[in-house]
């Protein structure tokens, strides 16, 4: 009889466990469902900026500023090789299909041989501030501090050109598909313009605004603008429909610079406010907005398009944030000091970040 109840009594337990497990997965959502852990800490050179991955050969390349060199990290056995590139290389950009790294630093950039690590430095006449590659004509596009004219490398032969574009463009986005470039500017005068790659041509989609950051949504063939000055001087997130021509303002109470990027397999956006811990989720298809919150000095972020994962660099409080895109939900994880740069293997859904103050990358496992 005693054994009759002690039995009796574990199955109770053990089905209220159970029953409380479930309460709790399905409460807690991405916490419980995906084991987002720290796998490794990885040495780098001084002061690294940024981080890309090349999925195709499993390497990542980390820009180090101070000592003008490119971390080369091998995806499978996390162990390092060191490149010697231009002076304070600052931002990168892969191609995968050439395997070609590109780093940009001080009126200059190298491109990597991924296969062989060897370089070339291509002078460029002002220092580089950001860039973006289309892959469709192979053609790298740099836009320069205080240069109003685009710096445009060709990947096949590393000729380089240059395009007027006039005022103080910071920002640049591609779109593969239509094989346009959109260029975006933070002065009184700036203007948010759009290149044809194929032609050559530009044109002004909209005169006086200051544009933080431009993410594309390449199925919708519509941009996402992080920008102020369209029709205050408040922060927003304009919605510009490339094919029809008209215009959507999102109204966003952003403190400072709000980072902005696009999951394409759902067509939900994301921006990410420097200046507080509002992460503002905007759906593509309605324009309805969901405000969650985050950690402290947004910026860099990352997408697993695949998984529906969103990685944002805090720098003020040395986490990153994961936000699981399909419940909202959101998990925390401890980094190094001052991440500034993210990136995501599509492949291994491992996850690259940048601690700038502890010359160090921290690896995570997202599956």
């Given at each position: 009889?005693?054994?009759?109840?002690?039995?009796?009594?574990?199955?109770?337990?053990?089905?209220?466990?159970?029953?409380?497990?479930?309460?709790?997965?399905?409460?807690?959502?991405?916490?419980a469902?995906?084991?987002?852990?720290?796998?490794?800490?990885?040495?780098?050179?001084a002061?690294?900026?940024?981080?890309?991955?090349?999925?195709?050969?499993?390497?990542?390349?980390?820009?180090?500023?101070?000592d003008?060199?490119?971390?080369?990290?091998?995806?499978?056995?996390?162990?390092?090789?060191?490149?010697?590139?231009?002076?304070?290389?600052?931002?990168?950009?892969?191609n995968?299909?050439?395997?070609?790294?590109?780093?940009?630093?001080?009126?200059?950039?190298?491109?990597?041989?991924?296969?062989?690590?060897?370089?070339?430095?291509?002078?460029?006449?002002?220092?580089?501030?950001?860039?973006?590659?289309?892959?469709?004509?192979?053609?790298?596009?740099?836009?320069?501090?205080?240069?109003?004219?685009?710096?445009?490398?060709?990947?096949?032969?590393?000729?380089?050109?240059?395009?007027?574009?006039?005022?103080?463009?910071?920002?640049?986005a591609?779109?593969?598909?239509?094989?346009?470039?959109?260029?975006?500017?933070?002065?009184?005068?700036?203007?948010?313009?759009?290149?044809?790659?194929?032609?050559?041509?530009?044109?002004?989609?909209?005169?006086?605004?200051?544009?933080y950051?431009?993410?594309?949504?390449?199925?919708?063939?519509?941009?996402?603008?992080?920008?102020?000055?369209?029709?205050?001087?408040?922060?927003?997130?304009?919605?510009?429909?490339?094919?029809?021509?008209?215009?959507?303002?999102?109204?966003?109470?952003?403190?400072?610079?709000?980072?902005?990027?696009?999951?394409?397999?759902?067509?939900?956006?994301?921006?990410?406010?420097?200046?507080?811990?509002?992460?503002?989720?905007?759906?593509?298809?309605?324009?309805?907005?969901?405000?969650?919150?985050?950690?402290?000095?947004?910026?860099?972020?990352?997408?697993?398009?695949?998984?529906?994962?969103?990685?944002i660099?805090?720098?003020?409080?040395?986490?990153?944030?994961?936000?699981?895109?399909?419940?909202?939900?959101?998990?925390?994880?401890?980094?190094?000091?001052?991440?500034?740069?993210?990136?995501?293997?599509?492949?291994?859904?491992?996850?690259?970040?940048?601690?700038?103050?502890?010359?160090?990358?921290?690896?995570?496992?997202g599956?």
């Amino acid at each position: 009889m005693k054994e009759f109840i002690l039995h009796h009594f574990c199955d109770n337990v053990f089905a209220a466990a159970l029953i409380a497990l479930l309460f709790t997965v399905d409460t807690l959502g991405p916490r419980a469902l995906y084991a987002q852990k720290v796998m490794a800490t990885i040495p780098t050179g001084a002061l690294p900026t940024d981080v890309v991955v090349n999925p195709v050969t499993d390497k990542i390349y980390v820009s180090n500023t101070y000592d003008s060199t490119v971390t080369v990290i091998d995806g499978a056995r996390n162990s390092t090789a060191t490149i010697h590139a231009c002076f304070a290389p600052q931002m990168l950009v892969v191609n995968p299909a050439m395997n070609r790294i590109y780093a940009a630093g001080s009126e200059s950039v190298t491109v990597i041989d991924g296969a062989t690590d060897d370089t070339i430095d291509i002078p460029v006449p002002a220092d580089p501030i950001a860039m973006a590659l289309n892959p469709v004509p192979n053609r790298l596009y740099i836009v320069c501090r205080n240069f109003g004219q685009l710096v445009v490398i060709d990947g096949k032969t590393n000729a380089v050109s240059f395009l007027p574009v006039g005022g103080s463009p910071v920002t640049i986005a591609a779109n593969m598909r239509t094989n346009m470039i959109y260029i975006g500017g933070i002065s009184v005068d700036s203007s948010l313009i759009v290149l044809d790659c194929a032609t050559g041509r530009m044109h002004v989609i909209l005169d006086t605004i200051i544009v933080y950051g431009i993410t594309v949504d390449p199925a919708a063939n519509k941009i996402y603008v992080s920008c102020a000055g369209r029709r205050t001087n408040s922060p927003e997130v304009l919605v510009v429909d490339c094919s029809t021509g008209t215009f959507h303002d999102i109204n966003y109470a952003a403190v400072d610079n709000p980072s902005i990027a696009l999951n394409p397999a759902t067509g939900k956006v994301y921006v990410a406010d420097r200046g507080s811990s509002d992460i503002k989720v905007i759906d593509g298809a309605t324009y309805e907005t969901t405000t969650l919150t985050g950690g402290a000095g947004q910026g860099a972020m990352a997408v697993d398009e695949a998984l529906n994962r969103i990685y944002i660099a805090n720098s003020n409080d040395n986490t990153v944030t994961v936000l699981d895109g399909r419940t909202n939900g959101i998990t925390t994880l401890r980094v190094g000091t001052k991440p500034v740069a993210i990136a995501v293997n599509s492949v291994t859904h491992k996850v690259y970040v940048v601690n700038q103050y502890d010359n160090t990358v921290t690896v995570i496992d997202g599956r």
